[in-house]
Every structure is written in C-alpha cells, then in structure tokens.
C-alpha cells in the first residue's frame, strides 16, 4: 500500500517535475486557470497537487463550506471517540499555497464557453475544470425518504449537521432502545461505512446503554469485509448487532420517519428508536449541470486520465465517479484527485499524460482496539481500470487481537497521514 | 491490390458498386446479437424480431456478478385475442447462456418481470419475446461486471431454512387492474460448475420452475436456469377477473417443492 502510494506520487512528481525544472523536452509550461468544485478528497487534492507541481497555473477551489468535515472518522465520532471538530479541516493551508479558494456554489457550468457560474451570479472562466461534487441524496428514490423525513431520520452520510443530529438522537436515546439502519444496495458512498458505523455504536452502547439493540435492514446480500465484521461483532458485542440480508426481508421499500419506522419488501414493519436511513444515491449535482452523468446519474470517465467520457476538458474525481473496481472511498478519491493533477498539467504542457496508478485502503473500526482493512492497487489494463493482480487483499481472518490492535493504529496513522496531505492538517 | 487491407482503407478505395457487398460483408460478419445464441436463434426462427416496445432494465456496471437486478418488460396489449406468450432472457457470456423463461397469460396482465441474475463476466444480456400473433420482438443490453474493491465476497450459502419462501401481493386489485406480486425463494442455485475443497464438483441444484395458479387454472409460469441468482426473486402481474385463491408452487431438483396461497380481493 505504502509503496504504491509513493508511486503514484512519483508519476505525478515526474509529470510536473519536469515542467518545473524546464526540460527541453517540455514544449511549454503549464498556464491557464484550472476550477476545481468541491474542496473534499478530491477536488481539495486536485487542488493542491496543480498548484504545488505548477505554480504559474492559476488554479481556483470552490467550496462552500469555510470548514469541511470528513466522513472518514465520522463514526468514531458517532460512537462517542471523538469531538466533532477532530474531523473537521480548514482550507488555509490551501490558500497559503496560492489556491484561491472561494467559498461559493457551483451553480452551473457552461462547458461550451468554459465558464463556471457561481450561486451568487459570478462566472469564472477555466482552461480545465475538475469536478469533485461527492454524492448528492436522490431524495424520493426510497419512499418517504425527502430532506424532511432526514431532519426526523438522519442519513449522516455528509459529515456535517447530520452525523450532528445522529449523535444527539443517540445520546437520547434510553438504554434498551434499538438502533436501525438502513443500508443501501451498490453501489454507494463507502461500501464497508455502514458496518464500521453499527460497530462504532455498539461500542457506545456496550459501555453507556447495555441492554439496547442494533438491526441492520440490508437491500444487499452481502457487504464489504463481512466475514471480519460479523466475527468483529461475535467477539466484541455478542448479539447485539442483528444483520438482516436482502433474502431475510432486508430491504426497506417505504419510511415514515415521523413514526421512525419503515416496511420492508415483503412488508415487516421496523420501528426503531434511533433511525438512521443510508439512501440511494447519485453523483452531486454539478455532474449532471455539466452534462457529464449517464443514466445512472455517475459519471463516466476515460480511464488514463479521469476526463468525462462525454464532455471534453471536465475531468471528474471521487465519488461522483464509475471507478470501479475502484471503490468510492476518499483514498480513492484523493489518488484520482493526483492523477489528474498529472494528466492536467501534461495536456496543458501538449504531453500525453503519464501513466496512472491508483491505491486504496480502506480501514474499518469494529471496536476502538480493532481494526480491520482491505487494500489494493489499480491500474488501466486492457483499457479499463483494474485491480492489478496479486496487489491487494484483506486482513487475515485469523489475526489475534494485538494484530487487530495494530490495524486500528494504523487506521489513526491512515486518517492523520491523508488529512495532512489534502489540509495539512492533522 | 494487397491482399489484406483495413476495413477503413477499403471503403477509401472502393466507392459506389463495390461499397455494397463489403457492407453487406460486415453485416453478414455482425449478426445480431440472439443469431449468436443457438437456443435464441432456434426460438426467433424465420421470424424479423423487431425491437420496438421491449424495455431491459440493467445496472450499466454491476459491482457483484452474483446476483445482478434485472428486468424485462413488454409494453403490449394483454388481451385474449392478442397477448405476449412468453419473454426468455439469456446471457451470452455465462457457461450457459439460458437464464431463465417465463409464460404469461391474459391473465398476467402485464407482461413485465424482474429477478436477479448471475453474470460471471461483462457481456450482452438479451431478451426475446414471443407473442400470440406470432410476432416476436428481441433486445439486448451490454452490461458491465466489475467486483468493486471494498466488495471482496465469498461465495459460500448462509441461509439454513432452504425452501422457505416469501410472497407479497397487493391488499387490493382494481376490477380489470393488474396486481404486482413480489416473490422470493431461500435456495443456494448450486450451478453444477462449482468444487468443494477436495476438487469435487459440487451436482447442480436448483430451483427449475414457479407456477402460479388462479382459482386452478395456470395463469403465468418462470423457468430458471443455472444463471438465476441464489435465493430465486421475481416480480410479475397478476390480472384476476375476480376475486379468487392464487397459488404458487416453487419446483426444485431432489422433488424439492414449496407451495403458498394467497387470497386475492378484487374490488
Ligand atoms: C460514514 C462514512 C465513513 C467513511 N469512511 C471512510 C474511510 O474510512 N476511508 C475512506 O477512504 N473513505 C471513507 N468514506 C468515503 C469518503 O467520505 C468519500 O469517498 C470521499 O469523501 C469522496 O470524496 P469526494 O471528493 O468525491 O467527495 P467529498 O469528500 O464529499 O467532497 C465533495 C465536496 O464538494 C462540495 N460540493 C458539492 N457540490 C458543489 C458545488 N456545486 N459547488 C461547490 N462545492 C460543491 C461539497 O461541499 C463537498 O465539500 C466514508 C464515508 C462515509 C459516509
């Protein structure tokens, strides 16, 4: 893991290094102005790695938020680990670099002028525009679930006033209350973020309110790492946590959040104290205004170098993305966010751009003490992005409890590593 | 003249006269996609199947292989005189490309279904519709299959209570309206493809039909092959003139069989 990740830093160092240095090779230096929307894992990366690998680029971050909070680590705080503002991140180190960094939304975007135009009714103009929106709730898509019933029955699937509200329902809730979620079918922000989120809180119930319960309504048959996650649970919460899978009647067709309850497929009635639906999502809106989303509403990109598949100088990172066999994770999200700073620079520089590698890690928290990973590196072959063969893997199912302990370690080192590398902060 | 040139230098070089036998040639070199089915091909026979009025309902990219949600539905009238008789789905890149069929009635009144399938590679899912006039209608999809990174599954078969089943039917029918019932049956599909620890084939078993019944008479059927997906679901209508008993009956290997009643109102 840690090595491809150096090498993909070390593609990127190449590709700019060389312009920097001024290589006769090099037919010019990258100018221009570059937008990048969306100040997260990947657009924030994008951001910075333009600037830093060529400082005459002009490059602009719009984000509105003055403070972003990330996703990662947004269950340690649910489960009562962290503070709130331990995940969250400021831009300044962004802007002393020389980002310009407004904070606005992206209302549209006129991909045939090459203009931006800002909530407020300003425009930018771009040479290239990065897109790195997330995802955006397709609201309605699972019955009763508007952005009204998400006030009653949080999503906190954005780190923000949602995992907020999440926590303060579980603070209030009494010991022996149950705790239900509502877990989505792919694919979707974070696909083991469902199951490191119930373990996090059985963690908080072990120790504040014992005799509660959690019940997990799954539109799927299976999850990320569930062979580790289900023996996670068996050692360290027992029974508490209730797995119900798509076949055992799982799937949430319908919710009432005022009644914080929900029907299932074959029309079981769940009611819980604490409600938390993960709804179906789609890539962020932006996407869709710079015509850049399929019928799937995610976005299709060329593979070498994440330019949008149907609209020429829009390249798309994160979430918002079809990456797969990449999983939309903000590892991911950040890599992508390195390669097409790369690839950026080259076509503004008239090179092809160089060859890409992404890496992925995603740690899981099953109990403060316990982690668990699953890890791999990619690359296009054949034309398409693949897992290159033999690079990544899960931990051990049999690993004790100090290899466990390690994991979880590993997985603060992971989070304080990539908040430095994106915010500089830690 | 070489003797091999690029399709894109020949066009170049031969204008007029000669262009159309070299398209004739390509078209001859891409038959349609269930021309390269045995069993599609024997099921369209001499007929033109025409495209128009067939909708599939796939995910561009699945990211598990596995059980990948899939529904077909065609938009015709379903009346005694005239009514699609039955809809097979096939999937040309799986072991065997024969997924599963269903047969329909005027008491179906909607020829529409949806399952869940196996695809063990990215490839072209299609579907042909048999009508009783004789027409048939045909469409395909390409479909993506991609194991996402996060999803590393293993493919062992939890669920203890085998046969089980779940049915879900509206509380009520409108007079002359259609009713979606929703099904699902607790069976592993061993596909016969597969081996144990030891190296030996694990026998096929699975599910081979749904029947359903109205006040007796046989009103919609399913057959399934290896490549529906574990734990068979499936969605489709049900018409009912009145109100009356429906009756499923599940049919796997080893004489395995399940059965549920369920009242239908009409009113
Ligand atoms: C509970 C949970 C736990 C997770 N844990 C992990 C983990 O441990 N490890 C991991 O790698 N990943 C994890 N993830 C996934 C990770 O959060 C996402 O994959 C990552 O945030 C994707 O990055 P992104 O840049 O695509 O989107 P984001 O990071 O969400 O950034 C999108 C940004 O764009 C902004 N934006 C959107 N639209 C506009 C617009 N029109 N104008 C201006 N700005 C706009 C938003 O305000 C936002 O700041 C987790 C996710 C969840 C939900």
Known sequence: MTINRRTALGLIGAASGAAILGMPSIARAATGRVVVVGGGFGGATAAKYLKLRSPDLAVTLIE???????????????????????IGHSYDSLAALGVEVVHAFASDVDTAGRTVTLAGGDSLSYDALVLSPGVDIRWGALEGYDEAAAELAPHAWKAGPQTQLLRSQLEAMPDGGTFVLVAPDNPFRCPPGPYERVSLIANY???????????????????SKQGLFTAGWQALYGDMIEWVSRTDDGRVVRVDAAARSVETEFGRTVTADVLNVVPPQQAGLIAQRAGVTNETGWVPVKPETFESQLVEGVYVVGDATVAAPMPKSGFAACTQGKVVAAAIIAALEGRAPPEAKWANTCYSLVGPDYGISVAGVYAVIDGAIAEVP????????????????????????????????????? | ?????????????????A?????????????????????????????????????????????????VD???????????????????????????????????????????VATRIRLNQSQTVGAVAVLSTGEVIAAARDVTVTISGCLARDDTYAATDIMQTRVRAPERIA?????????????PMETGLRTDAAGTVLPEDIVRRLIATFDRATIFEARFHRSVAANPYLRFFVAPPRSGALVLRWEADGGRVAEERLDLVVS
């Open chain 2, 70 to 112: 899939l529904a077909v539905a065609v938009d015709r009238p379903m009346t005694q005189d005239a009514f699609v008789e039955s809809i097979h789905v096939f999937a040309r890149g799986n072991p065997s490309p024969e997924v599963a069929e269903y047969y329909f009635s005027p008491l179906s009144g909607r020829a529409a």
């Open chain 2, 175 to 187: 007079p002359g309206g259609a009713g979606e019932v929703t099904t699902l049956v607790n069976h």
């Open chain 1, 390 to 426: 033999g690079s990544g893997g899960v931990s051990p199912a049999d690993a004790d409890g100090a290899f466990r302990a390690r994991e979880a370690q590993y997985a603060h080192g992971w989070y304080r590593a990539i908040s430095n590398d994106i915010w500089g902060t830690a």
């Open chain 2, 19 to 67: 262009a159309a036998p070299l398209l004739a040639r390509s078209a001859a070199a891409q038959p349609a996609w269930w021309q390269t089915i045995p069993a599609a091909a024997a099921l369209v026979g001499d007929a033109q199947p025409s495209g128009q009025g067939i909708a599939i309902e796939l995910p561009l990219v699945s990211e598990d292989g596995s059980a």
């Open chain 1, 205 to 223: 119930f072990k120790t504040e309110k014992p005799a509660s319960k959690i019940i997990i309504l799954d539109a799927k048959d299976s999850f």
């Open chain 1, 64 to 86: 509105p938020a003055a403070r972003f909070y990330t996703c990662p680590f947004s269950n340690l705080y649910l489960g009562g680990l962290i503070d709130f503002e331990a």
């Open chain 2, 1 to 17: 003249m070489p003797t091999t040139i690029t399709r894109r230098d020949a066009i170049g070089l031969l204008a007029g006269a």
